[in-house]
């Protein structure tokens, strides 16, 4: 499982980066692994064995023609092709994880309940670069559970400073 | 066929006596006879006769002449031969009865005291018998006291268990239904204070929502920027 998940992301990344557009296919491919786990729905489409195949790369070109890079929605078809459209999240990440490295960074995933700008995401990184003693690079996303303030997760390590985080703490001390 | 033979030779020798007694005394009886002439007889009468003639001339009465014999004491030669023939009578009697006699009452008297000792053998046994049925008696009534004895402890050994067992269980029931009552009391309590909390933090919740703009909202995350930047870094 993790064998396979390594290869398609091997794969993926050598794809983006041999077509120059490694940076974008990342910050497309993060945003559509988040999506993809947000929504049960599409989740259960794409990975329905049952549903013919060329329907489901139809979904993925309705979803992503035009939003995305030609290469990112290649990518996604490709994998749901593949049948493996239940790893889609895992494979992204990884492929996340092996472009960080490759530039001699770590992934920090940043959850707030609004959108940042770029200023604030770099002082972001600037901040939990500082905290990890790594380099690390920002993927953002909008999260309204959260209520306000941002989640960060680093490989294993979370650092909260949600305001859900503190309601559930206050909960958890009534 | 034991006690025939003896009878037989008893029999055989009071015949053989009773034989030897008739001859006996009836050749005695004829020799006497024979030995009494009719002539001596009539002699000797007439001599008494002549002696009764004197005498009545010499002026006796009749009843002088003539002496009755005795009723009781007999004849002298009778009495003789009588003598004579019970002692060959008493002589064969001890010569062939007697030994006859007294072998068969030996044999009886064995033949008694052999029974009176079966007797007492049996009688014996029969006390043996007696006594080891008394014991045996005695053993089962024993026996069969000790086993009701046995079953009256075992039974009440079995009502107290019971009871205890009964009394056990009504305070485990009695207990659990404390706990129970004392469980349902804490979730009861433990929900109302979660549906309390849910409640306020669902309220805090709303309230947050409401009033925390994006202005806000940044506020709170440039504090979290200013509070991770300061933060030392992890060890690895």
Same mark, same amino acid.
């Given at each position: ?8 992301a091997?794969?993926l990344f ?10 974008t296919v ?8 988040r999506t993809f786990e947000a ?16 329907r ?5 070109e309705?979803l ?8 990112t %929605? ?8 593949a ?5 889609l999240?895992? /494979? /992204?990440?990884?492929?996340i994880?092996?472009?960080a ?11 707030a ?6 200023? %604030? /995401?770099?002082r ?11 380099s690390?690079t920002?993927?953002? /996303? ?9 989640i960060?997760?680093i490989?294993? %390590? ?7 985080h503190?309601?559930?703490?206050l909960?958890?001390?009534? | 066929?034991?006690?025939t $033979?003896?009878?037989r030779?008893?029999a ?5 006596? $009773?034989?030897l007694?008739?001859?006996t005394?009836?050749?005695f009886?004829? +020799? ?14 007439s001599?008494e006769?002549e002696e009764?003639?004197?005498? #009545? ?12 014999? !005795?009723?009781?004491?007999? @004849? ?5 031969w ?6 060959v009578?008493?002589?064969?009697m ?6 006859? #006699?007294?072998? !068969?009452?030996d044999?009886?008297? &064995?033949?008694?005291r052999?029974?009176? &000792?079966?007797a007492d ?15 045996q ?9 000790r086993?009701? @004895? ?13 009871m205890?067992?009964a ?9 659990r ?5 004392? !469980? ?6 433990? &929900? ?12 805090a919740?709303? +309230?947050?929502?409401?009033? #925390?703009d ?13 509070? +991770?930047?300061? !933060?030392e870094?992890?060890?690895?």
């Open positions: 499982m993790s064998d396979r998940v390594d290869a398609y091997a794969a050598e794809v983006a980066r041999a077509e120059g557009a490694l940076e990342e910050d497309e491919l993060f945003k559509v692994a929504n049960e729905q599409l989740r259960s489409t794409l990975t329905d064995s049952v549903i013919p195949v060329e489901r790369l139809g979904i993925v309705d992503l023609g035009g939003r995305a890079a030609p290469i %929605t290649a990518l996604v078809s490709f994998v749901v092709a049948g493996r459209g239940r790893d999240p895992a /494979i /992204i990440d990884k492929l994880e092996r472009a490295a490759d530039r001699q960074q770590v992934v920090a995933e940043v959850r309940a609004i959108s940042l700008d770029a200023a %604030t /995401i770099e972001l990184a600037a901040a939990l670069s500082t905290a990890t003693g790594k690390v920002v993927k953002a /996303i909008v999260d309204p559970s959260v209520l306000g303030g941002v960060a997760r490989g294993d %390590t979370v650092l909260d400073g949600s305001v859900r503190r309601l559930d703490q909960k958890e001390a009534i | 066929m034991e006690r $033979a003896p009878r030779g008893i055989r020798a009071a015949a053989a006596a $009773a034989l007694a008739w001859l005394v009836a050749g009886s004829s +020799v006497a006879s024979a030995q009494e002439e009719p002539t001596e007889e009539h002699a000797e009468i001599h006769s009764c003639i004197e005498k #009545l001339e010499g002026g006796a009465k009749p009843a002088d002449c003539h002496e009755a014999p !005795s009723p009781i004491l007999p @004849e002298t030669s009778e009495l003789v009588g003598i004579i023939s019970f002692t009578l008493v002589f064969a001890m010569k062939f009865a007697y030994p006859a #006699l007294k072998k !068969s009452m044999a009886r008297a &064995d033949k008694i052999e029974n009176l &000792d079966e053998r049996v009688k014996t046994e029969a006390q043996s018998v007696l006594a080891d049925y008394q014991r008696l005695a053993d089962a009534r024993n026996e069969s006291n086993i009701i @004895e046995e079953a009256r402890q075992t039974a009440d050994q079995l009502r107290r268990d019971l205890q067992r009394e056990t269980e009504v305070a485990e029931l009695r207990q239904a404390r706990d129970d009552i004392a !469980s349902a009391q804490e979730r009861a309590l433990a &929900d109302l204070r979660t549906n309390v909390g849910a409640l306020a933090i669902e309220l919740e709303k +309230v947050v929502e409401a009033n #925390l994006r202005e806000a909202n940044m506020r709170i995350i440039e504090s979290y920027i200013s509070s +991770v930047g300061s !933060s870094p992890a060890s690895s």
